[in-house]
């Protein structure tokens, strides 16, 4: 059997390791320099890929990148005879557009920040200067690498914002709708889901790492590490947020018409009123998808099928209880400017997974061409062997400008009430 994987990243190369099987080819478009069969061409071309499909006999296609998702991809390839892992173009709107999630939320009673939505800068300059409290969480509606988000901490940080959002066009189409909503405090969690529209089979949670540097500082990125499970979702928690927030959101989305297949990304605040949705995803997240995969023990690709065929819940959905920790190792600068071209050499004796992203191979070696440039993946009993295993493995590996975080794991080893100074 032949798959095809969407996408270039390190999520893509766990998707990959994940679906690898006996008597199964997995190949990625256009993968990477850790992938072994990647086949060029552009994720968004859907001529394009409809024709890779034909020409490697492609049974089934994952569709993991935000951007396809949001044109229609699964949509196109479906009616043309291959089967789709993803949800359509109307369902990605849940990621696509926050306005549409803000809506949804708000319509359905489902718990979330408030918020206010707005396509004019005079209205929303309006809006930042009458509000009594800072911060602001100013977000562009539509699609922005995930750097879409900016937290202003006074009306004049607001108001730069919204400028380079909506009338520079910093993030071009996307930003020239904004979401403004309230700032929530609490411990994040990022729980996946398998779904098929009508049922919902959450997967382990994690605890993503957005900030640049150590202790949450500096700007916004993909993400620079993640740990799991993460240990502030209880059972307890996990029964109301599937109670209030998961099965409610897969309700909505089929009374409006959209049902939802694939994996749904919840990004959740736990706060003093309980747990609210910062942000859906309509897809697997980058980084948790590298320690949440390997935490699977069923076969992933009968559940994407369960999910596509909508048959999931006769399907059998289970997880290892290990702990899982992935550490990102970044180009100098990211998540600005960065260079490339960077080689990539590693010392004997690496133990953890090497989740390649952003390098690719020139010349017989390789070289960084991203900014994220891989991931280490350690997998063990407890959260501590797998955060110790990463970071001895990070030593091995070279390249000039590696650029990571000190502290993946810090606050949930210190949830476990274990510190973990380095």
């Known amino acids: 059997m032949n798959i095809l994987v969407l996408g270039s990243g390190g999520r893509e190369s766990a998707v990959v390791q994940a679906l690898s099987k006996p008597g199964r080819t997995v190949y990625a478009l256009p993968g990477n320099g850790g992938i072994e069969h990647c086949l060029p061409g552009s994720v968004m071309d859907k001529a394009a890929v409809l024709q890779a499909c034909r020409e490697n006999s492609i049974s089934f296609c994952v569709v993991t990148p935000d951007d396809p998702l949001a044109i229609g991809m699964c949509d196109y390839l479906e009616a043309n005879g291959i089967p789709c892992f993803g949800p359509g173009r109307k369902a990605a709107r849940i990621e696509s557009s926050k306005a549409f999630s803000k809506a949804l939320m708000k319509k359905y009673g489902i718990p979330t920040a408030e918020a206010e939505v707005f396509s004019d800068l005079s209205q929303a300059l309006d809006y930042i200067h009458n509000l009594k ?41 996307a930003g020239r709708t904004v979401v403004i909503e309230e700032f929530l405090t609490g411990p994040e969690v990022s729980v996946l889901s398998f779904t098929d529209g009508r049922t919902i089979v959450p997967m382990v949670s994690s605890m993503d790492h957005k900030r640049a540097w150590d202790d949450d500082r500096g700007p916004n990125t993909g993400g620079m590490g993640t740990v799991a499970p993460n240990p502030y979702y209880t059972p ?19 009374s409006e018409g959209c049902p939802f297949s694939g994996c749904l990304y919840f990004g959740l605040m736990l706060t003093e009123q309980g ?7 309509a897809r697997f997240g980058d980084p948790e ?35 899982a920790c992935c550490l990102v190792l970044a180009s100098k600068g990211y998540p600005g400017p960065y260079e490339k071209g960077r080689e990539i050499t590693a010392d004997p004796g690496i133990r953890s997974s090497v989740m ?33 295993q990463v970071y001895s493995d990070c030593d091995r590996i070279h390249f000039d400008g590696k650029q990571y975080r000190k502290d993946i794991g810090a606050k949930a080893l210190e949830a476990y009430g274990i510190q973990n100074l380095r």
């Open 236 to 254: 307890d928690i996990a029964a109301e947020c599937m109670e209030r927030i998961f099965l409610p959101t897969i309700r909505a989305m089929e």
């Open 275 to 281: 747990p609210k949705v910062i942000e859906y995803n």
């Open 356 to 388: 390649i992203a952003g390098a690719c191979m020139k010349d017989g070696r390789l070289v960084t061409s991203g900014g994220r440039v891989l991931g280490l993946v350690a997998k063990a009993k407890d959260l501590k062997s797998a955060v110790d």
């Open 133 to 173: 409290s800072f911060p602001a969480v100013i977000k562009a509606d539509g699609l922005a690498l995930g750097k879409g988000v900016v937290i202003a901490r006074t009306a004049a940080e607001a108001e730069e914002a919204l400028r380079q959002m909506m009338e520079e066009g910093r993030f071009g189409e």
């Open 289 to 323: 998808t590298q320690v949440v995969l390997p935490l699977l023990e069923s076969d992933l690709l009968k559940i994407m099928t369960a999910c596509r065929n909508g048959t999931l819940a006769e399907e059998e959905v289970r997880f290892s209880s290990d702990s």
